[in-house]
């Protein structure tokens, strides 16, 4: 077996602030512990969590690690004790509890799926994050079906590019909304029956008329704000609305009784605190119903660009122009 480094140079938040503070920096490599398995990382993903633990505002759960990086793939370097389904030299992705910014990074073995043949590096690392977020919030809290109208705003971010094109394979009709025609031409590319640009449009008219006036049965919202009375507005009734961030503001009003009378259900959720075994039972139905789709071309990884991992700060500049479209990947030598 290679001799693994006892030091590697990884990518630490060093206080708290803009993309500056994301400075290289030597730290140990890690050791897998029971259940764990190390990964020698090719490409990690990045993501707004990233972005919102850089600027002090998402803080790892304790125990995690304290490099940002939540979504990796690469090859297995090592294994710790009780893991059965991986070996070294096994091409991996995982979603990680912190520290994909670095060559080596810890991911729990249940959390850890075959790389897909077919995808490089790069795509792998863009999927579990995103799929992840997805299967939970879309088809497993928010219950949609085929034939159901779904709407995700936005639908150029990774998480939107994710959700139109694993929505459309389930069967479901889909509305997307982004700010812009280039954004609105890609939703409508990846699937999407109906896009549109809030910049321009009122999503709530536009969702009114494309269905007829009885609205959507399930939305995926990242903006929250003004958007959460926007969003009951549009629901069907037995609508759901599932949040699962507040990039227009934490707090909002509501109108209760409208809410009420459409018996609209308003939830969310967050990824990154859940349980080991909660994201083990996401892994299992991911690899079961999502990796097929993978297989057979229906789920595509859109790329935006690429960073060598020592220009972590120049793909979080690039991330908070929000002029991206699909995923930011940092890379690696492997990748």
């Not at 073995?109 to 790069?122: N, R």
């Not at 009951?232 to 934490?250: F, H, P, S, T």
Request: charged content about 20%; proline content about 7%.
């Amino acid at each position: 077996m290679t001799t693994l480094p006892a030091t590697m140079t990884a990518i630490v938040i060093d206080g708290k602030g803009g993309p500056e503070v994301l400075v290289p920096a030597e730290v140990p490599v890690p050791t897998p512990g029971p259940g764990q398995v190390l990964v020698a990382v090719a490409a990690a993903g990045v993501n707004r969590p990233d972005v919102q633990q850089r600027m002090g505002a998402y803080p790892p759960p304790p125990g995690h690690s304290p490099l940002p990086g939540l979504e990796i793939a690469g090859v297995v370097a090592a294994i710790g004790a009780g893991v059965m389904r991986w070996k070294a030299g096994d091409r991996v992705c995982a979603l990680v509890n912190g520290g994909g910014y670095a060559p080596f990074c810890i991911a729990e073995d249940v959390q850890t799926l075959p790389a897909p043949s077919g995808l490089s590096m790069i795509e792998a690392a863009g999927l579990p994050e995103t799929v992840f977020t997805v299967w939970n919030n879309v088809f497993e809290r928010g219950r949609l079906g085929p034939g159901e109208w779904f709407l995700v705003h936005g639908g150029t971010s990774g998480i939107g590019t994710t959700a139109i094109q694993l929505a459309k394979a389930f069967g479901a009709r889909v509305i997307a909304t982004a700010g812009g025609a280039a954004k609105v031409e890609a939703c409508r590319a990846l699937g999407a029956d109906v896009a549109i640009d809030y910049r321009s449009q009122d999503f709530v008219k536009e969702v009114r008329a494309a269905t007829g006036g009885r609205g959507v049965d399930v939305i995926l919202d990242m903006v929250g704000g003004d958007y959460t009375e926007r969003n009951i507005v549009a629901a069907a009734e037995d609508g759901r609305i599932v949040q699962i961030a507040a990039l227009g503001g934490a707090e909002a009003k509501i109108n209760v009784a409208r809410l009420m009378m459409k018996r609209v259900t308003l939830t969310g959720s967050t990824l990154r605190p859940r349980t080991r075994e909660v994201k083990a039972g996401f892994a299992r139905a991911i690899e079961d119903r999502v990796w097929p789709l993978v297989a057979a071309g229906k789920l595509k990884v859109l790329v935006d660009s690429t960073f060598p991992l020592a220009q972590a700060s120049e793909a979080h500049r690039r991330m908070e122009t929000s002029q991206h479209v699909g995923k930011i990947i940092l890379t690696l030598p492997g990748a």
